[in-house]
């Protein structure tokens, strides 16, 4: 007698792939365990510093003190930048922005005084002028107003820890910060208001759709899956609480119908975090291309296809980088992602 002891062959046989599945998926499981290959992408300033440091927190065990240490002097950095780029920017303003006291424009002197780069040592008295910069009225309007120019997106952030910063043991808590598995893709959906550094006349959040428009319909990516991370949900709802809306950036947003699924329509920021993610979903469910539009001519002379995105997968999450909550969703995603690639290489899927 054999291995088997039904004599039915198409049972034998699939025994035999439900074997071979078993074994490849024991296989998988003790890669997967050692490591997963990420490509992290996303327009400039989405988030993806802070979410590789999320997943050293959660997979690295943490900073070290010495990262710690060097994570300090960044930060003060990005504080003088910060308020430097504040009170130089008030004046140009249209219309401009004037400070709400006296003492204010001592502290602007102080600062202005200084320069753009980061001062020789940061003493009592620079925190105490960038204490008082900060409670005025008139940088905290100037802030508003700051997709007008150019500001680092941890402005407010560490401005509003100038207590915790200026204290010389201070150290940054873990919170703050051929093989490719998945894509992550990082949107910084609160840009909506702004324009791209380099190229001041494009909007961001436009042409991170268009970046990923790219990504998504590549060839050389179409076998990995894509995690979308529509990042800095924390700043866009202050934004759209504020007032703003997309729509003055979005026309089309004045149409868009919000699925009863997604919760309460007559939320702005609800309704306005969905278009966005439907501005990216909607790049998933186009028609796959006919394989003369999928030519694409990238040197003359040179045609290449691109990618047939059928059957693909895309996950799409709202998050907050510096919450370590909202990263671990990610792994769950890949898991997915493999499992379901196995699945349909042995046509089970």
Same mark, same amino acid.
């Given at each position: ?38 490509? %992290? ?30 994570? &300090? ?13 504040? &009170?130089?920017?008030?004046?140009? %303003? ?22 753009? =780069? ?14 008082? %910069? ?5 940088? =905290? ?10 500001? $680092? ?58 970046? !990923? ?15 979308? #991370? ?44 969905? !278009?966005?993610?439907?501005? !990216?979903?909607?790049?998933?469910? =186009? ?10 001519? $990238? ?6 296809? &691109? ?8 996950? !799409? ?13 990610? #792994? ?6 493999? %499992? ?10």
């Amino acid at each position: 007698m054999g291995c088997f002891d039904s004599k039915d062959p198409v049972e034998r046989e699939q025994k035999i792939v439900n074997q071979q599945l078993e074994k490849k998926l024991k296989t998988w499981n003790k890669d997967y365990m050692k490591a997963i290959k990420l490509l %992290l992408l996303g327009a400039g300033e989405s988030g993806k510093t802070t979410i590789i440091k999320q997943m050293k927190i959660l997979h690295i065990s943490g900073f070290s003190e010495s990262d710690r240490q060097e994570k &300090v002097v960044d930060i003060r950095q990005n504080i003088h930048e910060s308020i430097y780029d504040l &009170v130089t920017n008030m004046s140009a %303003l249209k219309p401009p922005v004037v400070f709400a006291n006296d003492e204010s424009e001592i502290s602007a002197s102080y600062i202005c005084n200084l320069g753009p =780069k980061e001062p020789s040592s940061y003493t009592q008295e620079y925190y105490d002028h960038v204490q008082t %910069l900060w409670n005025d009225d008139g940088i =905290k309007e100037c802030y508003r107003r700051s997709n007008e120019f150019q500001l $680092i997106d941890s402005a407010k952030y560490f401005l509003d820890r100038i207590k915790e910063v200026r204290n010389s043991e201070y150290r940054p808590s873990d919170q703050l910060f051929e093989g490719i598995h998945a894509i992550l893709f990082l949107v910084a959906s609160s840009d909506f208001d702004q324009t791209l550094r380099e190229e001041t006349g494009v909007n961001r959040l436009r042409e991170a759709v268009n970046l !990923f428009d790219d990504i998504w319909h590549s060839r050389f990516l179409r076998h990995a899956g894509v995690i979308v #991370f529509l990042n800095k949900q924390d700043m866009l709802k202050e934004k759209i609480e504020s007032g703003k809306s997309v729509a003055s950036y979005f026309p089309e947003y004045n149409k868009y119908q919000m699925s009863s699924k997604d919760g309460d329509g007559s939320d702005e920021y609800i309704r306005t975090r969905c !278009f966005i993610r439907d501005l !990216f979903s909607d790049v998933t469910k =186009k028609k796959p291309r006919s394989p003369e539009d999928r030519k694409s001519s $990238i040197l003359p002379g040179l045609v290449v296809m &691109v990618a047939d995105t059928e059957n693909r997968q895309c996950y !799409f999450h709202f998050t907050v980088a510096t919450d370590t909550g909202n990263i671990k969703t990610v #792994f769950e995603d890949v898991h997915s992602m493999i %499992l379901m690639r196995i699945l349909t290489d042995w046509g089970l899927q």
